[in-house]
């Protein structure tokens, strides 16, 4: 995969090299120190140059990024795949339930990993697994693929700095009970519970710092779809706050196993809205609720 990004130097993103200028747009260290040693991926007005040229307006600068390897250990798999949005650096992609993200030991071939990586091999273009918003297995919804290093490294940033806008996440979820208050904000650290490599709790001595914001959007026969905002990205975060909160999410099997109405967490990721790395132009999407959860509507 040769991925070119170019930009024509104005005087609105005007830098005095090009290294500066990359910075501008984002690009990590990781990024640069990987241009700095790669022989013909820095051009200047066509012509191969290092990072440390200084830059003028009306200059045309191009970076040649490539990826000929593959992510090992994913096998490439025929499986289903709603591509919501796609483009030369990103996917959005509406996983649906007993999905997981990445192949392991139980779920070797039928991951979102896979679907990808067959799909990319029958385009005969290499194929790196970086997925920027990880879903549960048994989650729904709305995830984000970075096709190259570059957008991943961008994107990854921007959602560990909490200072920037990063990436915007909706979900929505089916609880028991009329959740009272029906909106707010809930700010409770999460651990790990000892012992467990997948269970977590709300841990106020020793969690990680892990916000939510939530609002009832219906009511229906004793149970509540609510709208939840994630400002941090704890494991299991929703579903741990919302069984602190009083009002677990159905079908959990690890924190609520209630199957009257469902088979696994009522959990869907409904809006991704987000900056992308490279066009900078702000996206938004949405995913329906899927149909077991779409009675609560």
């Not at 990590?28 to 066509?46: D, E, Q, S, Y």
């Not at 997981?100 to 697994?129: C, D, M, Q, R, W």
Request: charged share 25%; with cysteine.
């Amino acid at each position: 995969m040769i991925r070119t990004f170019s930009y024509t130097i104005s005087e609105e993103n005007f830098a005095p090299t090009i290294n500066d200028f990359l910075k501008s747009k984002d690009f990590g260290a990781k990024i640069l120190t990987v241009l700095r040693h790669t022989p013909g991926a820095v051009l200047l007005n066509k012509e191969e140059v290092l990072l440390k040229t200084p830059i003028h307006v009306g200059d045309l600068v191009e970076i040649i990024w490539t990826e000929d390897t593959s992510s090992e250990h994913i096998p490439p798999v025929k499986l289903p795949l709603d591509i919501v949005y796609e483009d030369e650096d990103i996917m959005v992609i509406n996983k649906p339930a007993n999905m997981p993200i990445h192949p392991s030991l139980n779920h070797y071939e039928n991951t979102l990993g896979n679907a990808l990586a067959f799909y990319f091999e029958e385009k005969g273009t290499p194929f790196v697994f970086r997925c920027i918003n990880r879903l549960d297995k048994n989650t729904t919804g709305l995830t984000l693929i970075a096709k190259n290093r570059v957008a991943g490294g961008i994107l990854s940033a921007s959602l560990a700095d909490k200072k920037s806008s990063g990436l915007f996440r909706e979900y929505l979820a089916i609880c028991r009970g009329s959740v009272l208050p029906s909106e707010g904000k809930i700010t409770a650290p999460i651990s790990r519970v000892d012992g467990s490599t997948i269970e977590r709790k709300v841990d106020f001595e020793n969690g990680e710092e892990a916000i939510t914001n939530y609002k009832v959007i219906n009511e229906k026969n004793g149970y509540s779809l609510v709208s939840l905002i994630l400002e941090t990205g704890r494991t299991h975060q929703i579903r741990v706050h919302m069984k602190h909160l009083g009002y677990p999410l159905i079908g959990d099997y690890l924190y609520n196993p209630d199957m009257e109405k469902m088979s696994r967490q009522a959990l869907h990721s409904y809006k991704l809205s987000f900056i992308h790395p490279i066009s900078k132009e702000q996206l938004e999407f949405t995913a329906p609720l899927p149909a077991d959860m779409a009675w609560m509507n």
